[in-house]
């Protein structure tokens, strides 16, 4: 026996639905709430049972699927209402056999012991005394499995043979495979997604074809496509009440204009749109046919942001204290997405009032300059900051430009200029540097707060000259973190990082705050704040000159927003230009995170393994965010 549909436009689960074995027929769920005959107006309790099947992969989804069993409690029927969802129960989970490629199953329904289509049986349960429990058995027989045999594509029309021709094999779907529904959508959305990617934005399934035959247990799918023509993006429209100058947003989507249609190429435009920052959303819309002119019509419909923002953000490490700090930020400043950011922090180290360090810095930002993809960064802070390794007053003046290459690599440059005072206890001597900021950001990852595959990695060089004293020097640091979903589900997260530091050209004479540190919460956890490295006589950390750091972190979700991590770090700080790999002090322990929408709450305990002298016997740590 052979069984053959066609669908043009309607979905595989509707297509394939008429029946290809004689089972008890199935009754509308408009049955159910059908007028109770006024004998039998009370409820009846009852109780499902399923006949294993002994396969896994078929017996959770049967009892899932089971309309019976999750309305048993639910919703109280009387034996009328009882007797339609046992008639109503196998097309239900005729699905789920089919879905994993058994066309050919059988299901029975038994209600105290009778076959659900009994003649006379809604009287017969109706008539129990009150209270009475029913027995409800459903039994399911998958029978053979099928298997997928033929697979194949045409075009509608011979004008489109060669893009359906070059397609391939529809992906996911082989012959011999189990004949189930699921691969066959997915195959079909495949398709269509290789026709957009080839430049047919009007791509369509005319027809699906799927014939199952019964006594070879086999099942054929022929496709049959309109890839429709080729099409170049027509001029992009804007849509959304914005206020964001037409201008910039122009210059942003207008270089889609004439280039062929690519979905890939319609996406970037719209997160270069979201990366502005001013939007809450960017929706792109493709029309569903070309203009006169045999283009693509493409809307962008934009929606603001709250022009102004202010927030707080708390953190605390024992080695070197509790840190505050509040931001203001004004969007859209002059029209041009510009965004200026006012940010106060305030930190200390020890009790002393003395210690307390403070920053204020303003940041703007200016996107579309240029060809409408760099980005304007300007930055001025003052400092004061009382750390173990230097007192230190300055101010701080940067100049940059950003533009993105690709969908993940961010290259900047620009001039950068310090001056203020430098020094140990209260003797601090003035300086004077001018530099010039060269760095590159990549990143791939999959969230920006709390990633769970990708990997990001930064390299930012700095030339300095010393204006006060004479010389320069180049400050040089990269940094790798990679991610690792080790189950696929995000509930288990492999995280590793990596740093390597160097002062080229340097002596002695280089700035304290130029000089490499390592130890506290975003370096090796467990260790004091700085304290990793060179030491005087003192005991106080004097820098060094190259850096290695790295960090393997496991995190692990354990119900719901509650998660623990388990940490390894290790960092060393070496006193010539190349890094030191053989006074490498490790830091390990264990932590808890909460996840909130606006990154994970986190919370570190770490232990010193090979301490120094003079450093502390753990390291509590509380912030916002991953560690790294």
Known sequence: MKHSIRAPLAGLFLLLAAPAVAQAPAVPDAAESAPI????????PYTVTF???????????????????????????????????????????????????????????RLAGEPADAPGLAQRLAALPAGSGVPVEVTVTPGPRYRFRRIALRAEDPAGAGPVDALGQPPGLLPGEPARTGPVLDAEAALLDRLRVAGHPLAAVVDREVLVNHEEQVMDVTWTLNPGPEARFARPAIAGDTAVSPGLLARITNRLAG???????????????LNLGVFDSVRARAAGRLDAA????????????PRNAAGVTLAYETNYGPTTSVYYERRNLFGNAERLRLEAEASRLGSETDDTNLRLSANL???????????????AKTERERLDAYD??????????????????VLQSGPTFETGRIGRDDNLEPFTLAGLVMGARYDNTDSPLDPRRGFRASLLAVPYADIAEGGGFVRSVATLRTYFDLTGSGSSILALRGSLGSL????????????????????????AYQGIGPRDSQGRAEGGASLVEGSVELRQRLSGALGMVAFLDGGSVGEEETPDFEEVRLGAGLGVRYATAIGPLRLDVAIPLNKQSGDDGYGLYVGLGQAF
Do not use: H, M
Request: without cysteine; proline residues 9%; aromatic residues 8%.
């Open 37 to 44: 005959p006024a004998a039998a107006a009370g409820t009846i």
């Open 392 to 409: 230190r007053d300055g101010v701080t003046l940067s100049a940059l430009l950003e533009r993105p290459f690709g969908d993940n690599w």
């Open 365 to 379: 930002r200016r996107p579309g300059l240029i060809d409408g993809r760099t980005t304007l960064v300007l930055e």
């Open 259 to 273: 280039e062929p249609y690519a979905p890939s190429r319609l996406d970037a435009t719209r997160r270069e749109l």
């Open 504 to 527: 080229l050209f340097a002596d002695r004479t280089v700035p304290l705050d130029k000089r490499f540190y390592a130890g506290g919460g975003g370096s090796v956890r467990g260790y």
């Open 51 to 109: 006949t294993p099947i002994g396969a896994p992969a078929l017996d959770e989804p049967i009892e899932q699927a089971s309309r019976l069993r999750r309305l048993a409690e639910e919703a109280p029927v009387d034996a009328y209402g009882l007797v339609a969802r046992a008639l109503g129960e196998p097309p239900r989970l005729d699905e789920v056999l089919r879905a994993e490629g058994f066309w050919a199953g059988r299901i029975s329904v």
């Open 294 to 305: 045999g283009n693509l019509p493409v809307t962008f419909t934009v929606s603001d942001r």
